[in-house]
């Protein structure tokens, strides 16, 4: 991430990210309450340095049944504290409680019926309390990058949590489209990772061009809130102050067969950033992928900074499902990342 373009002439401050899993809080908004009634079971769960997984399969195992029948809308970081919804299969009448699932890294905060399961994808978003120690910096300066970010927002890149260390899923992906076989499970990761380098790479000559969330002749636009999409169309004084109103976003393409939908200018950028990594876009077409688009810009919401004392300051915000928050505090605060540190000179 490093390497990326940044959009606000780079971070003001430096220090450390997760001294503790404590200081990175994240609070899954699934965006509905479940009904009450039906086959699934809703187990609204409180995890600390647990990956959402194992937390699924450990579910499974007190409830007595398959580890397929538990599912989650989206993965919660290991290192950290988190909130998060599982759903459990259990037609008939069976009931749970608390005390059936009690466990030792991981609590139960809420058990509730409803009638569908919960999907991957199925959250609105996630709320975020992250506390940054050791601080150094401008403060003052930091506080105008806040304010800048909470207005224009930050480039929606892709996290390091798709890449793997050193981008390793991205070389994977290349050897993969290269003839090696890899597991069905290993596969999705890989194409991700590819598909989502590509889409970092576009944005970040947006980001270089200055209209990373501005107009550009060609653009395709998605509508704050959700994710549809219209365009290209001419580029009226309208659309421009819907733009910069923050009521519609320009999109980047997520490399995939069939035509692009962007056209001129913006069409001309996507193609040549897709020639120029024409192995990995050629791997994307060839395993089935299509075209799709993903908003170029990601706007916090009820973005606040509070200095807990002089040199440790806590960040707090909303994220729309999708978005990254290390792709934020970026644009902030340069980190090193202690917990991954030592658990990575642990071995």
């Known amino acids: 991430m490093s390497a990326l373009r940044l959009a606000y002439g780079g971070p003001p401050l430096r220090g450390i990210l997760r001294a503790t899993p404590e200081d990175f809080f994240v609070d899954e908004d699934l965006g509905f309450a479940p009904d009450g009634a039906g086959e699934h079971v809703f187990v609204r769960v409180e995890k600390r340095s647990a990956n959402t997984d194992w937390v699924a399969r450990e579910l499974a195992r007190l409830a007595g049944i398959r580890p397929d029948a538990v599912s989650y809308a989206g993965m919660k970081d290991r ?56 601080v150094q910096g401008d403060r003052a300066a930091a506080q105008r990058t806040i304010e800048r970010i909470a207005t224009g927002g930050v480039p929606n890149y892709f996290g390091v949590q798709r890449f793997g260390r050193d981008d390793g899923n991205v070389r994977r992906a290349l050897t993969m489209f290269g003839g090696r076989r890899v597991p069905r499970q290993e596969r ?18 947006r980001v270089a061009d200055g209209d990373w969330n501005a ?70 077409v060839a395993n089935g992928l299509s075209q799709e688009r993903r908003s170029l810009v990601l706007r916090p919401s009820e973005l606040v900074a509070e200095w807990l004392s002089e040199h440790d300051v806590a960040l707090s915000f909303y994220l729309t499902s999708g978005a990254y928050a290390t792709v934020l505090l970026g644009e902030i605060c340069e980190t090193s990342d202690q917990t991954r540190a030592l658990a990575a000179d642990s071995g």
């Open 215 to 284: 107009p550009r002749e060609g653009d395709v636009w998605m509508l704050a809130g959700s994710h549809s999409i219209f365009g290209p169309e001419a580029l009226t004084p309208e659309l421009r102050d819907r733009c910069m109103s923050g009521d519609i976003a320009p999109t980047g393409a997520l490399w995939g067969s069939g035509e692009l939908r962007s056209a001129a200018a913006t069409a001309a950028l996507e193609r040549a950033v897709a020639d120029e990594y024409g192995e990995l876009a050629a791997g994307l």
């Open 188 to 205: 999705s990761l890989l194409l991700s990772a590819a598909r989502s380098h590509l889409f970092n790479c576009i944005l970040a000559r």
């Open 79 to 134: 290192h950290a504290v988190t909130r998060q919804t599982f759903s459990l299969h259990l037609p008939g009448k069976r009931e749970l409680d608390a005390a059936a699932l009690k466990h030792a890294e991981f609590r139960v905060l809420d058990i509730a019926r409803h009638s569908r399961k919960l999907k991957r994808g199925a959250l609105e978003g996630n709320r975020f309390r992250i506390v940054l120690r050791d």
